[in-house]
């Protein structure tokens, strides 16, 4: 199916508020890897998250293959991503030889009358980044193109205004990146565009998504009663506007990074998620991404490191034996709960595609601040268990928010470290004796693993020493075929009269004093769960 250009601008209206498109982008355990310091940066969720992400571009093109169209958009913001956490250069190019090959489908819809501000300054923000001559790019001198969507007049001086028939979409994302592509192109209105950029941050310091009528008098946020926050907003003009080199910008950018990320903090989640403006209301990877990325570029890295691991938390960096339906797709991140939870399901399929390369995108940066855990550690029960029974397995030192397997035999349950770098698990063991193997895996491989000791139902089989045996004298119990250390009870006549445990061969030896009526009685033997393993003999008792 194609799109005509109108379509296709619609849809990009449609889907950068809705899916946040626009972007600048017991037992002892035994330890299998280094410890490391709390805090420190593991680069293994970024890492895998390009190599995803870089994986699903076709000669540098995100194609949506739901509506069958080249993404351009959707690619810069990919490169963008990829660039920031570095290592994709190969990836990044090809993106930008194809947005360079196909700039007037992006920018103006293939029409020569049309020209989107907020596109072109997304395009120049990637030639600039990637040192490419923004003044011949893709055959267009984007520098002077998009100084000829800035406004030179009264309130709306500096404001970005689109050349189109179908109105005017320009919005204070797209501001950003104007703001931040003449600035590095060292345009004449690199300081106009910034200075109506910092105009749409209201005194309590986020920033707003649309700009008033241009006939408004006043072009500030706090100017307009209907101005509302957008936590997707705030972080790319926090991103964008740290971009620009610290020589070349206002004296208010400083103020409004630290107002805005303070901003950021106030509505951030106790477990470090963001959620999004209306319609994308809700905690999303998408807002919490990008919010990770501009508290860390604040330099607010606790705070960063928290949404981090609150996005890695709904990554597919899965183990293999974990992975269910998002095997080969490890890296890529799910937009909210519901969507990893299909995921893991159903896989990504042709209709949610989209999302995950969106949510993959947008969140990719942020993962830059995801942290190491101290060194994984499994804890089981002390001692024996009882066979059957469903025991916790403990797990410590893993990273906040990383996706852990924890395998017993073939059975595998899924958990994922909470801040602290801890879970449980609950496992139901065989129901026979036997020591079991656990193990915690994540997508590098084994952590750690520990053992369990359980013990089966058994008969046992005690021999006393002497048949009869007079008032006052003693008799010995003989166990053998007992586990390693169990322990072992000897009940007469209703009460408990020796105790031990086992030697390390099974076998252990009780002696205890002969009491009570003459006569036949019976010596009951328990193990180390009563009801399970026991057995009796009998002996006479004399005058």
């Not at 194809?98 to 300054?121: F, H, I, Q, R």
């Not at 931040?180 to 986020?206: K, M, N, Y």
């Not at 004093?513 to 008792?541: N, Q, Y």
Request: hydrophobic share 40%; proline share 4%; with cysteine.
């Amino acid at each position: 199916m194609s799109i005509s250009p109108l379509a296709r601008r619609g849809l990009r209206v449609v889907l950068a508020p809705t899916l946040g498109a626009v972007l600048a982008l017991g037992s002892v355990p035994v330890l299998t890897g280094p410890a490391h310091a709390v805090g420190s940066p593991d680069p293994r969720p970024a890492r895998v998250g390009a190599d995803w992400l870089a994986g699903q571009l076709t000669d540098g093109v995100l194609y949506n293959t739901q509506y069958a169209y080249d993404d351009f958009g959707l690619s810069i913001d990919a490169a963008l991503a990829l660039d920031a956490v570095g290592g994709q250069d190969a990836a990044v190019d090809a993106v930008t030889d194809a947005v360079a090959a196909n700039l007037g489908t992006y920018v103006s819809g293939g029409d020569p009358d049309e020209l989107y501000s907020g596109p072109l300054a997304k395009v120049l923000t990637l030639a600039t980044d990637q040192g490419r001559n923004a003044r011949s790019f893709g055959g267009s001198n984007l520098v002077t193109d998009l100084e000829g969507r800035v406004l030179g007049a009264g309130a709306n001086t500096g404001r970005i205004e689109d050349r189109s028939q179908y109105g005017d979409y320009a919005n204070t994302i797209g501001q950003s990146f104007a703001a931040r592509g003449l600035t590095v192109a060292q345009s004449a209105r690199a300081d106009e565009a910034t200075d109506f950029l910092l105009a749409q941050q209201c005194a309590a310091g986020f920033f707003r998504l649309s700009f008033a009528a241009q006939s408004a008098p006043g072009q500030g946020c706090d100017d307009d009663p209907a101005s509302a926050p957008s936590v997707d907003v705030t972080a790319l003009a926090v991103v964008n506007l740290s971009a620009q080199s610290a020589s070349s910008v206002q004296g208010g950018v400083p103020d409004a990074i630290d107002r805005a990320a303070e901003w950021l903090l106030s509505v951030q989640g106790a477990a470090g998620a963001f959620s999004g403006s209306p319609p994308t209301d809700g905690r999303n990877t998408n807002s919490t991404g990008l919010a990770a990325w501009a508290l860390a570029e604040a330099g607010r890295s606790d705070a960063s490191a928290l949404s981090a691991g609150w996005v890695r938390a709904h990554q597919a960096d899965q183990a293999p034996r974990c992975q269910r339906g998002l095997t080969g797709q490890q890296g890529a991140v799910a937009y909210d709960d519901d969507a990893l939870r299909r995921g893991r399901g159903d896989g990504i399929t042709e209709e949610t595609s989209d999302q995950w390369r969106r949510a993959t995108a947008q969140a990719l940066p942020g993962l830059l601040r995801a942290e190491r855990g101290t060194g994984t550690a499994l804890r089981l029960p002390r001692g024996y268990v009882r066979g059957g029974a469903r025991i916790t397995a403990r797990v410590t030192g893993a990273g906040p928010g990383e996706a852990l397997c924890v395998v017993r035999g073939r059975t595998t349950t899924l958990r994922t470290a909470d801040r602290t770098g801890a879970t449980s698990a609950r496992i139901t063991l065989a129901r026979g004796t036997g020591t079991y193997r656990v193990r915690v895996q994540s997508g590098r491989g084994t952590e750690a693993r520990a053992f369990v000791d359980a013990l089966g139902r058994q008969q046992l089989d005690p021999r006393l020493a002497k048949a009869r045996v007079g008032r006052g004298g003693t008799q010995v119990v003989r166990v053998g075929h007992l586990a390693a250390g169990e322990s072992v009870r000897v009940r007469y006549r209703g009460s408990v009269v020796a105790a031990k445990n086992a030697t390390a061969r099974g076998n252990v030896k009780l002696t205890f004093r002969v009491t009570g009526k003459p006569g036949l009685v019976r010596v009951r033997v328990l193990g180390e769960f009563a009801d399970i393993r026991r057995g009796s003999d009998t002996f006479r008792v004399r005058r």
